[in-house]
């Protein structure tokens, strides 16, 4: 028997494009499809007002948008706490299924006891799981030695509700299972395939070899980039891309850390060897500018998913990325197949980006199989699976 439509809401506090991340970027995408698909699709949160995004989707506000936090780029307890207090203004009136990311915590029992009481499944996203990683993100200070352990504390005091629990990545999910004490599937963020495709197709070869796109925070290290690309630029390889390409790095994206950014490609006089593009209207407008690089590079410390390097991917563009125990590129990336993994050191990182430009044959094996790898993760096949997961709660709620 054919499973009617369900009508889903997601809950975040952040809404496309008003915002832009990974969650709001992947909420947006997937309302999309399903909507396509007949699906019925409310995304609630912090906006400016009601919408109508795409077929079968709207944009329900709870509250307007906390320009503090976009500003910042990290949300303080406050804004959490906010967050939290908006959940009984949620229209839950008709909804078969909620969705909601795990971040920022505090919302996740009121909403959980809102949706027990109406019968109402809670599918909860899980998109990163930090743990100790909290003291690097919160580091002690002289009033507040021991606050990284409360914020540990709430995450995984929140990992217990929920309906079912899924991640986007393996990483993610070994943990948050090690915390619920069951198995925690994994359900990957996706891409629109084939626009990206589309959008390669018009890349421009004139355009600088590398790239980067994404938020602009600390934890991105793009002064580890900056510092790699400097090196690179005082090699034989990068004057001559440089030279006939007109820069060696573009940088696409906005966030906290551009003015330290600007300031670092000043200091350092790499202004006629770095690109900075800053944010670009449309997704659209990311996808095109990735498509004209050569190799993508992501040097960040943590990244729950890593939606820039499989869109990169998709266009057929190879990523270069940074090793760390808090990133999850590596299953996406496997090293010396779809791209190449470096340590997180400015001499490495350079050294390898040198050798990769004069070895055009292993970027271009390394691009086709970029692009049948990211085919996978096509918002279709995803969607199916969200479906999928969507379908068994409400059945299970329903008996």
Not at 143 to 149: H, K, N
Request: glycine share 8%; net charge positive; with cysteine.
């Amino acid at each position: 028997m054919t499973e009617r439509p369900l009508r889903w809401l997601f809950f975040y506090d952040c809404i496309y494009p008003e915002s832009v991340g990974g969650v709001e970027h992947r909420n947006y995408e997937l309302a999309r499809e399903l909507g396509r698909l007949g699906h019925e699709v409310v995304l609630s949160g912090w906006a400016k007002g009601p919408g109508a995004p795409h077929l079968n989707v709207r944009v329900e506000p709870v509250a307007k948008a906390s320009r503090r936090y976009l500003a910042r780029g990290r949300r303080s307890g406050i804004e959490a706490l906010t967050l939290a207090s908006q959940v009984r203004r949620i229209p839950l009136d008709g909804i078969d299924i909620v969705e909601t990311a795990n971040i920022p915590y505090l919302h996740l029992p009121l909403l959980a006891r809102r949706c027990r009481k109406r019968r109402i499944p809670l599918l909860v996203t899980w998109h990163e799981h930090w743990g100790r990683y909290w003291r690097k993100h919160r580091p002690p200070g002289r009033f507040s030695p021991g606050m990284w352990r409360f914020y540990a504390l709430c995450e995984h005091w929140s990992a217990r509700f929920g309906t079912r629990a899924v991640a986007v990545s393996r990483l993610t999910a070994d943990r948050v299972s090690r915390v619920r004490g069951e198995t925690v599937d994994v359900i990957p963020n996706g891409i629109p395939f084939e626009r990206i495709r589309g959008l390669a197709a018009e890349s421009d070869a004139n355009a600088p070899p590398l790239v980067y796109a994404g938020r602009l925070i600390p934890e991105k290290r793009i002064d580890l980039l900056l510092d790699a690309t400097a090196r690179l630029a005082a090699t034989d390889t990068g004057h001559r891309h440089a030279t006939e390409r007109g820069a060696l790095l573009r940088i696409i994206g906005s966030g906290p850390a551009e003015d330290d950014i600007r300031a670092q490609i000043e200091r350092e006089n790499l202004s006629g060897v770095v690109d900075f593009a800053g944010r670009l209207p449309e997704n659209e407008d990311v996808w095109r500018a990735v498509a004209d690089a050569a190799l993508a590079v992501q040097p960040s410390a943590r990244e729950g998913f890593g939606l820039f390097p499989l869109e990169a991917m998709a266009a057929g563009v190879p990523v270069v990325h940074c090793r760390s125990p808090n990133s999850a590129v590596s299953e996406l990336v496997r090293d010396g197949r779809e791209g190449w993994a470096a340590d997180p050191h400015a001499g490495e990182l350079a050294g390898l980006l040198e050798r990769l430009l004069d070895a055009p044959a292993a970027v271009a094996a390394a691009s086709r199989a970029a692009v049948e790898r990211a085919a996978g993760y096509d918002w279709r096949q995803v969607a199916a699976r969200v479906i999928e997961a969507g379908n068994d709660l409400v059945r299970r709620e329903r008996s």
